[in-house]
């Protein structure tokens, strides 16, 4: 009796303390967030968003390697963390409990355990763990304070290699590991800059495959002795620039696969030969982008994909013949990579579309059975009513044709529409048909139009079009911006009376460019962690990352390059947004630090312009946990509803 007494009282006391929680009308900012400018934002809103907010993805990490099983990782509470699914449609288990998300996740050959990488805050100085999975317990493998990624297991399972920049915070050096031993830990050998990539083992164990990464268009092979550490350079220097990616060594070890855009305006399939150094093209067919391979274990079958105007096709190919065989059409979407089993039968792939989460699926390559693992809840929005998103085209001021998405409105809003314009990162990036997941409200709910642009210097459309925006050509893809206001101009369903522009990464700067360059044509603005001067940016980017970006922006060093780039900086011409403008950012942005926003956001103010601010001190490039997440949308659906859509009150 005493014990059901003190859990009526437990009961009656949580009532009380939740009843202020429920009577609460305002959401306010959690302890990690710095909110300037943003109004008090209605319990009810956040209420009415709920299902929009509570949709999770699963991706695919890695394949059990000793039965059909796999690991993938997906979010339960605040952060994604690794989880093991048995068996198509089974239960997603937990493995990892951390605060800080988790990724990279990949089963040891042998089996026992898997390695992950986690960082703190968002700061992407990522250390390597093994877990055991007897025990669950995890051990720290690196140093606890570089940066190591490109983790890469031996063909044995014996060792583990990957790029850390441990010597001297900049430069990704190689290192290898005993898994089961940490402290046998030793640099193979030393290398220059932050762009080298550990792609593969030869399959002795002797010999591991680098790419060293100058730029998205340059880049080379290498081949590391892991005895010796003696670098053997693959492909030659000096000549005109070529792009390699991927990289697997064949079964039999004398050559490799890749992709390339050497010869080509896209990335080929290629067989490299390791004693003759001559390219084989596997795919000179196809006029797209090949984005991504695996060879099976039996070195029989390649799988790779290309990227067709922003969605992904299949493909198999036998590597005896070097030609295709016969591979069954997967749903409408884009595929996040794909990954062999040791059967040499399944391959698993993590599928995204514009009416779902991404999900993990398996294709049986023998049967053509297409086997769904994850079923990722939507949140309660619906979903099978969402609008598939049309690809666009219009012509920008020196008469090329620029491409995008358009996500339109449900039909039962009528009449010209507002639009938001969302510009990808990168800029080495291309927006794609994906789910929108919360934007979906924007669609669904108000009644705007969401257009994602592929402006010059996206990929997926040739390196001719990938390198117009290098260097002195920046401003060029600001034009094609302003080509898209024509466009919607011309539309009787979009109203070009009002335009919010937005983007993350470079896409904030583009935002702040756009703004500062087009101000009379757009409503306001959303700017999430980008950069507002390429000077500034350059000189205070992290080590590891500053070469590989002056090749993208230009070398700020060079007196006639900073003078251009000053020129153009959206924070030189600060005074000329007179429209409202929100900036998001996170503290630990190793990429773009937060003073790019913070000298954006008071320059801006000193105009008597509305100025939102939002800052989180346990995030980086982009807010990953949730709370946060959520928080920032509610913060921008109120920015929307006030000055895209001119509603007035809270």
């Known amino acids: 009796m005493k014990t059901l007494i003190r859990l009526f009282t437990l009961c009656l006391l949580a009532a009380s303390l939740a009843a202020p929680l429920r009577a609460q009308d305002e959401i306010l900012p959690n302890e990690n967030l710095v909110a300037e400018g943003i109004p008090k934002i209605p319990a009810a809103l956040a209420a009415s968003v709920e299902r929009y907010t509570n949709a999770r993805n699963a991706v695919f990490e890695s394949w059990d390697p000793q039965r059909r099983a796999m690991l993938i990782s997906t979010r339960f509470a605040d952060t994604a963390q690794i989880h093991s699914v048995a068996m198509p449609g089974g239960a997603r288990t937990q493995l990892t409990f951390y605060p800080e998300r988790v990724a990279g996740a990949t089963f040891a050959p042998q089996g026992g355990f898997f390695i992950f990488l986690k960082d703190i805050g ?145 990335l080929r399939l290629t067989y490299f030969d390791l004693q003759t150094h ?238 500062t360059t087009y101000n009379d044509r757009i409503c306001c603005s959303v700017d999430i962690v980008g950069p507002s001067n390429l000077v500034t940016f350059l000189e205070h980017t992290s080590g590891y990352r500053q070469d590989l970006r002056r090749v993208e922006y230009g070398d700020e060093r060079d007196p006639k390059m900073r003078e251009f780039l000053e020129r153009i900086a959206p924070m030189n011409k600060a005074r000329n947004i007179t429209k409202p403008l929100f900036v998001i950012a996170g503290k630990n942005d190793p990429r773009v630090p937060a003073s790019e926003s913070e000298q954006m956001v008071a320059t801006v103010r000193q105009n008597g312009t509305s100025v939102w601010w939002l800052l989180g001190k346990n995030e980086g490039h982009g807010f990953s946990k949730k709370k946060n997440r959520d928080f920032e949308f509610y913060s921008t659906l109120m920015f929307v509803k006030k000055y895209l859509l001119g509603e007035t009150g809270n």
């Open 122 to 266: 968002g700061g992407e100085f990522y250390q390597i763990y093994r877990q055991d999975l007897a025990t669950g317990e995890a051990t720290l493998l690196t140093d606890g304070k570089s940066r190591n990624v490109g983790a890469r297991f031996s063909k044995t399972g014996k060792w583990l290699a990957f790029s850390s920049t441990r010597r001297n915070g900049n430069d990704l050096d190689l290192w290898v590991v005993d898994p089961m031993k940490p402290d046998s830990v030793r640099m193979v050998t030393q290398l220059q800059g932050g762009g080298w990539e550990t792609a593969d083992w030869s399959p002795d164990d002797h010999k591991i495959l680098m790419i060293e990464g100058i730029s998205v268009s340059e880049s080379y092979l290498w081949l590391v002795d892991v005895a010796s550490g003696e670098k053997t350079l693959l492909t030659p220097k000096g000549g005109p620039k070529v792009a390699y990616s991927g990289g697997q060594f064949s079964k039999d070890g004398k050559g490799l696969y890749v992709t390339t855009d050497r010869e080509s305006e896209f």
């Open 278 to 515: 001559n390219h084989r093209y596997l795919t000179s067919h196809i006029s797209w982008d090949v984005e991504g391979f695996d060879l099976s274990n039996d070195g029989k079958t390649l799988a790779f994909l290309t990227n067709e105007d922003g969605l992904s096709v299949l493909h198999l190919l036998d590597t005896a013949s070097s030609k295709e065989k016969a591979a069954p059409k997967l749903p409408v979407g884009v595929i996040a990579g794909v990954e062999w089993h040791k059967n040499n039968r399944d391959l698993a792939l993590t599928l995204i579309s514009a009416r779902g989460p991404a999900d993990v699926y398996s294709l049986d390559t023998q049967t053509a059975k297409l086997e769904r693992w994850t079923f990722s809840e939507s949140g309660g929005m619906r979903t099978d009513d969402l609008p598939e998103p049309e690809l666009i085209r219009w012509k920008s001021f020196d008469g090329r044709m620029i491409s995008g998405f358009v996500y339109r409105p449900a039909a039962k809003f009528t009449g010209k529409r507002p639009v938001i314009i969302d510009i990808h990162g990168g800029p080495e990036g291309q927006s794609r048909p994906e789910f929108l997941g919360a934007e979906n409200y924007y669609l669904k709910e108000l009644g705007v139009a969401i257009i994602f642009p592929n402006v010059r210097g996206s990929t997926g459309f040739g390196k001719t079009f990938q390198d117009l925006d290098n260097g002195f050509l920046r401003e060029g893809s600001y034009q094609d911006i302003n080509a898209l206001f024509d466009w919607i101009g011309t539309r009787a369903d979009l109203d070009a009376g009002r335009i919010l522009i937005s983007g993350g990464s470079y896409g904030g700067f583009m935002t702040l460019a756009v703004a």
